[in-house]
């Protein structure tokens, strides 16, 4: 059966049925990891140990380097940051980017309630202390980005930059569900993964592994056979049936890259534009146009290039506006 991309085709499809690690302790040492070698770079598997559990994740680039911490969305894993990993590495930065809360076995409490965002922003703190970094970049894409816009502001001490991907500032985002019907009705799909446990994980399940523009099928497959594993899918539709993006009005001031885009069939522009209101810091909108949802994907060199423009401190095409006074 044809899905057409991301969350959207779980929901048609819905609607129509409707490995060796490596680990690192809290203090941050590690072993030899099982790595996939990509040119003269190679992204390793590691495991990072908190209060809360221990989270899988795939790292790249030398142990000393400046540290990035990169979060992915729904239904992807870390495996979706591969190309931008390899990019950061060769550039020189210790990468990592976790499974998430949920994501992570070892990281999967019972409980819609485990699944508020104050609870994975804590976790980023966590993983960043546990990898012994006291100063880190932020970067997060989806769910990883609303996550991210939390941390950016409440660990503004510790995170060095912020990236965001796709997910406008929360504040901008919930005013947005508030007051635009565009939005409204780009978020109507949450309706459906906010059912009861199990009515949307019966229907994805029995859908087969989704078509993600510009991910290869074999990677869309392997997302899809995470997600079936026991509790998987149930953790992941947790974030939403745990949050309504309201209460985090907290700006950010940070310097902050945006990157956002105009075929995004699930967020609105008026979020979009609106996200320079809660940024303190620096700040630059980078909107891709004709480029959909999954940017990191999608169009992986060109999310690797502005990521590490932004992280050299440097400019790039797009909207700038200067820090609010």
Known sequence: MSISASRRGFVRLAGAALAGTATVGVAGTARAADATAVGHQRISRVRIRTAAGTFDAVAAGPRHGRPVLLLHGFPEFGI???????????????????????????????????????????????????????????????????????????????????TAVSVPHLGAFAQALREDPVQREASRYMDTFRQPTPIPEDMILASGPPRLPGVPPEKCAE?????????????????????????????????????????????????????????????????????????????PETMTSLLLTHLAGGGSAGDAFPPRR
């Open 80 to 162: 979706e940051w591969e190309h931008q990993l390899l990019g950061l590495a060769a550039a020189g930065y210790r990468a990592v980017a976790p499974d998430q809360r949920g994501y992570s076995p070892g990281v999967r409490p019972v409980g819609v309630g485990r699944y508020r965002l104050d609870h994975a922003v804590a976790d980023v703190g966590s993983m960043a202390d546990s990898l012994g970094w006291r100063r880190f970049d932020l970067v997060g894409h989806d769910w990883g980005a609303a996550v991210g816009w939390i941390a950016a502001a409440r660990y503004a001490h510790r995170v060095r930059s912020f």
């Open 223 to 299: 997302y899809f056979r995470r997600l079936s594993e026991p509790g998987a899918l149930t953790a992941a539709l947790n974030w939403y049936r745990a949050n309504d993006f309201e209460g985090y009005p907290e700006p950010v001031r940070v310097p902050t890259l945006f990157v956002a885009s105009t075929l995004d069939p699930f967020v609105a522009p008026s979020g979009v534009h609106a996200t320079h209101r809660w940024v303190t810091g620096p700040y630059r909108l980078v909107n891709l146009d004709g480029i959909g949802h999954n940017v990191p994907e999608e169009v």
